[in-house]
């Protein structure tokens, strides 16, 4: 899959975006400052659909959670799903090519549209009569080399012919990872901001958790009427993505916010300085019923990935919700 979001995407949005992505597939590869790749056979098996759905649920994702359209090419290789993501007209959509589509899609498409396949090469080519990708792949590999060189003749003519052994190589995940909530009307109702502060706490250890990530610290960001902010970060105890530890600190924060009478527009709460949960030693825990809650926070997390992010949560975030 080859995702593409709009051109000059602050930094803060591109990283929202992988997160998302980090979400569907563990094998994410960041291309900035607007492209990713991400492998899906894997993914596949764990969602129980198809590329082309797996495809569609992001672009909803992108533009329900963050408000970005996104193109989405998926292929059997990079060069098509890249090449199918610059198909797609407009700002947003998905194109997905099976493996036995290759040939009969590629080919008949110009020779500037194959990815790898620039501005100038494209002119070279197109000079000794060379329009469309099927020529392209039809001619000696030999002489396309002499028309653009060795090792850019050689890539060339695999592309054209649908090769291309690249795999999607997983670069590090962001540092951070941001939820947030947007208050539809003011609030100043303390209880309500403590269970949208909770149902933030839920998704965030569910996304490090999903990611195989742990926080050694959190920040919260608050956004009152009339445009004035309050931010705050503390580290954890310990480095964690379970829930209990993130909504201890989570309330202690919002606690030093000292509230009040102020009306609130919007929370963010940001899990920083992550790493990798298998680089952290879980201390042996004593404590039975912490033990009992990070089971039951298993089995959330299972009931979630098969029957969706609202199947199960804390009762007040439920309440809140209602």
């Not at 036995?100 to 009569?129: C, K, M, N, S």
């Not at 999903?210 to 610290?217: D, L, P």
Request: proline share 6%; with cysteine; hydrophobic share 45%.
């Amino acid at each position: 899959m080859h995702v593409r979001c709009p051109d000059r995407l602050p930094e803060d949005r591109y990283r929202e975006v992988l997160e998302l992505l980090a979400d569907l597939s563990p094998v994410v590869q960041a291309l900035p400052p607007a492209a990713a790749l991400v492998e899906l056979k894997g993914a596949l098996r764990f969602h129980g659909t198809d590329a082309r759905r797996l495809g569609e649920v992001l672009r909803v994702r992108t533009l329900t959670r963050l408000g970005i359209d996104v193109r989405v090419g998926i292929g059997p290789t990079v060069t098509v799903a890249a090449t199918a993501c610059a198909q797609i007209a407009g700002t947003g959509g998905v194109l997905a090519i099976d493996a036995g589509q290759v040939t009969d899609w590629l080919h008949p498409l110009p020779v500037e549209a194959l990815h790898g396949i620039g501005p100038r090469q494209a002119a070279v080519l197109r000079d000794y009569g060379v329009h469309s990708v099927g020529l392209l792949a039809a001619i000696p590999p030999a002489t396309v080399q002499r028309l653009l060189g060795g090792r850019a003749g050689r890539l060339a003519t695999d592309r054209a012919r649908g090769i291309d052994p690249r795999p999607v190589t997983p670069k590090a995940l962001p540092a951070s990872a941001t939820v947030r909530h947007a208050f539809a009307r003011h609030t100043l109702d303390g209880t309500t901001v403590r269970a949208t502060l909770l149902d933030l706490v839920v998704q965030l250890g569910r996304l490090l958790r999903s990611r195989g990530q742990v926080a050694r610290g959190l920040t919260l960001a608050l956004r009152f009427a009339g445009g004035t902010s309050w931010e705050k970060t503390r580290r954890l105890p310990e480095p964690s993505a379970h829930d209990e530890d993130l909504r201890t600190l989570a309330y202690r924060l919002i606690d030093a916010a000292g509230l009040q009478r102020g009306r609130l527009t919007g929370l963010a709460l940001t899990g920083h300085d992550l790493v990798g949960a298998d680089q952290i030693a879980e201390q042996i825990s004593l404590d039975q019923a912490r033990e009992d809650r990070l089971s039951a926070e298993a089995v959330s997390d299972r009931i979630r990935a098969k029957f969706g992010p609202t199947a199960i949560g804390p009762a007040a975030t439920l309440l809140n919700t209602a």
